[in-house]
């Protein structure tokens, strides 16, 4: 559905990446195996914490300085960074200054365990913080501290909510350092983008950031090694007016926003750049034609579906129909690999592609429903045709077909980053990943607090239908028994809407947050908390997402999370339960779900049908169900797990291809 990556794209600075020889193969191999012994030591929170009490010990002295001498000091201390690099003794001095600026600027001194997780990012690790542990103001340790040795920083968040909500949230810590913030989101245009990029720290999503540098690179092609760049900006830089069309400075220091997100979530759809092409009445009919012949094939008979893969295969039957059906249609059809893909992808679009889950309809064009975060992405498009097979099933306008001129995958994107970091509070499925593909490390960050959030189960229903009643009872029940505010989470816009209409018909007040409302996320957010309110989000209300509590919410026992699906990954799960109970407070999580879950798949329907009809004690019946439905959830993320590990493989044979290829030239 997206193109694989073309080539490995060039930047002004990035971290140069070998090509693999055997003694790279066996390096890799040695580090695999080593990474028994040194990943744990690495990963060990122990190796920070001789520095928390060095830093802490530094309190009451800066504590004591007045606004002049505080103001001085951060002016020598930038001087010496300036001049000698982040050395030890200058940490402990620049993360008690850091801490010691924010608690006079936002009332906000960081705790034990920030500080601990800004040390471990600081040191190139992925520090696992809880959900709520403050990961926002961690952040502000290592990203100052290395903007003020002059490094240009970049700080990477999943939407653009986050970027501005974090940027401005922080603001004062940065300007009283004498630091320039940049904001980068949708809707700036070259200027603007150029401007953001030269500030100290750049916030930025991952998105905007990967596709500024594909554009960079497009405009770098004819410069694609390191003497070419050097010249191009010493020697040739005052005459040479292709600098001033690129936006970013180089790839030096970030710090990523739920890093397993970005790593691993959006891993398996490489960003792809597309320039206009020009309109092709006979393409855009062989679109329509395929669509047609789709329905005339039926599933068993001429085609098969995988679960839970998705994949569609063709039977014998169903190769000798096409081929029947194609006959007469133009020497556009003849070929038989050609043929075939078309079909499957008017098939994927008619079968396997649902709006209000997918994809909406928005002012009669298509627009892609991020799957992970349940955002709009409006500047993306699907390849090889697949888009516009969706455009002929809703009836739209059928949009220009367009080539692709530059293309990157993440895994690649961040491994040319001199100092890569990240933090999240769901890293531990995938640790092993983190040093496999990018040698991050993952230190586990105690927390701040106990956390007394409540468990209460999950209770599984025949069908989708008593699912939706029994969460409308609930809520019912709740709001009849006191003033708690209620999050339901769910897998689906089309799933939201069809609750928000069961909750209309029952006249409860609700709020709804999905890819329709995305303008007006703030203000759903600040309501989530209050007394006696109720919303019911998509998983645009997991990562990052702060709900405050308001009134009496609290001492009534917080914020009640209902979940109505499993998503593909537990962790998007785990995001949406650590909305409530954050940082000590009180809060509860439970599962209302159905065996109609899309998760549920092959010889595992039979089984959970067969074990709702076993006469057990209901809280037994419902643990097993469970347990069932999380067994298929984990052998998705397997899956998704092996196909992040074979389109890197696959990115690194193509470099190797390329790279000798054009040492032939």
């Not at 209460?456 to 969460?471: E, F």
């Given at each position: 559905m997206y193109s694989r990556p073309q080539r490995r794209p060039s930047c002004v600075v990035e971290r140069p990446q070998r090509h693999l020889d055997k003694l790279e193969r066996m390096d890799r191999w040695w580090r695999a195996i080593t990474a028994y012994c040194s990943r744990p030591i690495r990963g060990s929170i122990w190796l920070y914490k001789p520095l928390l009490w060095r830093i802490k010990s530094k309190e009451s002295s800066y504590r004591g300085l007045s606004e002049i001498e505080l103001n001085q000091q951060i002016t020598e201390l930038k001087q010496q960074l300036l001049r000698q690099g982040m050395t030890t003794a200058l940490t402990v001095e620049v993360f008690a200054l850091i801490r010691e600026v924010a608690g006079r600027e936002l009332g906000m001194w960081h705790f034990d365990s920030q500080i601990l997780g800004g040390l471990s990012i600081l040191h190139g690790n992925v520090g696992q913080m809880q959900t709520g542990e403050g990961k926002t103001l961690t952040a502000t340790l290592p990203v100052a501290g290395a903007a003020l040795a002059g490094i240009p920083t970049h700080v990477v968040t999943v939407n653009d909510y986050l970027t501005q909500r974090d940027a401005t949230l922080m603001m004062p810590v940065y300007k009283r350092l004498g630091l320039s913030v940049g904001i980068v989101v949708q809707g700036l245009d070259l200027t603007q983008r150029q401007q953001q990029y030269a500030r100290d720290i750049v916030y930025c999503t991952n998105n905007e950031l990967a596709f500024d540098y594909l554009k960079d690179s497009?405009?770098?092609?004819?410069?694609?090694?390191?003497?070419?760049?050097?010249?191009?900006?010493?020697?040739?830089?005052?005459?040479?007016?292709?600098?001033?069309?690129?936006?970013?400075?180089?790839?030096?220091?970030?710090?990523?926003?739920?890093?397993?997100g970005v790593f691993m979530d959006e891993a398996t759809t490489p960003l792809v750049i597309s320039g206009e092409s020009t309109p092709q009445p006979e393409q855009s009919n062989m679109y329509v034609q395929a669509f047609d012949i789709s329905n005339q094939l039926s599933e068993g008979q001429a085609f098969t579906i995988s679960q839970p893969s998705k994949q569609i295969e063709f039977t014998a039957a169903g190769e000798s129909q096409i081929e029947t059906l194609t006959m007469d249609l133009g020497p556009l059809w003849h070929g038989r690999i050609r043929r075939l893909e078309l079909i499957k992808q008017a098939l994927t679009a008619r079968l396997l592609f649902l709006r209000d889950q997918h994809y909406l309809v928005d002012e009669g064009k298509v627009v892609i429903i991020d799957e992970h975060t349940g955002?709009?992405?409006?500047?993306?498009?699907?390849?090889?045709?697949?888009?516009?097979?969706?455009?002929?099933?809703?009836?739209?306008?059928?949009?220009?077909?367009?080539?692709?001129?530059?293309?990157?995958?993440?895994?690649?994107?961040?491994?040319?980053?001199?100092?890569?970091?990240?933090?999240?509070?769901?890293?531990?499925?995938?640790?092993?990943?983190?040093?496999?593909?990018?040698?991050?490390?993952?230190?586990?960050?105690?927390?701040?607090?106990?956390?007394?959030?409540?468990?209460?189960?999950?209770?599984?229903?025949?069908?989708?239908?008593?699912?939706?009643?029994?969460?409308?009872?609930?809520?019912?029940?709740?709001?009849?028994?006191?003033?708690?505010?209620?999050?339901?989470?769910?897998?689906?816009?089309?799933?939201?809407?069809?609750?928000?209409?069961?909750?209309?018909?029952?006249?409860?007040?609700?709020?709804?947050?999905?890819?329709?409302?995305?303008?007006?996320?703030?203000?759903?957010?600040?309501?989530?908390?209050?007394?006696?309110?109720?919303?019911?989000?998509?998983?645009?209300?997991?990562?990052?997402?702060?709900?405050?509590?308001?009134?009496?919410?609290?001492?009534?026992?917080?914020?009640?999370?209902?979940?109505?699906?499993?998503?593909?990954?537990?962790?998007?799960?785990?995001?949406?339960?650590?909305?409530?109970?954050?940082?000590?407070?009180?809060?509860?999580?439970?599962?209302?779900?159905?065996?109609?879950?899309?998760?549920?798949?092959?010889?595992?329907?039979?089984?959970?049908?067969?074990?709702?009809?076993?006469?057990?004690?209901?809280?037994?019946?419902?643990?097993?169900?469970?347990?069932?439905?999380?067994?298929?959830?984990?052998?998705?993320?397997?899956?998704?797990?092996?196909?992040?590990?074979?389109?890197?493989?696959?990115?690194?044979q193509q470099q190797e291809v390329l790279s000798f290829s054009q040492k032939q030239v």
């Open positions: 497009i405009q770098l092609g004819q410069y694609d090694n390191a003497l070419q760049l050097h010249a191009l900006r010493t020697l040739l830089a005052p005459q040479h007016r292709l600098l001033d069309k690129l936006m970013l400075r180089g790839l030096h220091f970030a710090v990523v926003d739920e890093a397993d955002r709009r992405m409006p500047d993306r498009t699907w390849e090889q045709g697949l888009h516009q097979l969706i455009e002929i099933k809703e009836g739209c306008e059928l949009s220009d077909p367009r080539i692709t001129l530059a293309s990157i995958s993440f895994q690649n994107f961040f491994r040319f980053y001199h100092h890569l970091s990240g933090m999240t509070g769901t890293a531990k499925e995938v640790k092993s990943e983190f040093w496999r593909v990018y040698e991050l490390p993952v230190v586990d960050v105690p927390t701040h607090k106990q956390s007394q959030r409540a468990q209460l189960g999950a209770t599984v229903y025949q069908t989708d239908h008593q699912k939706w009643q029994a969460v409308v009872a609930r809520i019912v029940m709740m709001q009849n028994s006191g003033d708690r505010p209620i999050l339901v989470g769910t897998q689906s816009l089309a799933d939201s809407e069809v609750l928000s209409e069961l909750l209309v018909k029952q006249r409860i007040a609700h709020q709804v947050l999905n890819a329709r409302q995305d303008e007006a996320e703030a203000n759903i957010v600040a309501l989530a908390g209050l007394p006696r309110s109720v919303t019911i989000a998509t998983s645009m209300a997991g990562r990052g997402t702060d709900i405050k509590l308001g009134g009496e919410v609290e001492s009534q026992g917080g914020l009640h999370v209902i979940i109505t699906g499993l998503h593909d990954s537990s962790r998007v799960d785990r995001q949406l339960e650590g909305r409530c109970a954050r940082q000590g407070d009180q809060g509860s999580v439970e599962f209302i779900l159905s065996l109609n879950a899309d998760l549920v798949s092959g010889v595992w329907i039979t089984t959970l049908n067969f074990i709702s009809r076993l006469l057990l004690p209901k809280q037994l019946k419902n643990k097993l169900l469970f347990m069932g439905i999380r067994r298929c959830q984990k052998r998705i993320e397997r899956q998704q797990q092996l196909r992040r590990k074979q389109l890197l493989k696959h990115d690194e």
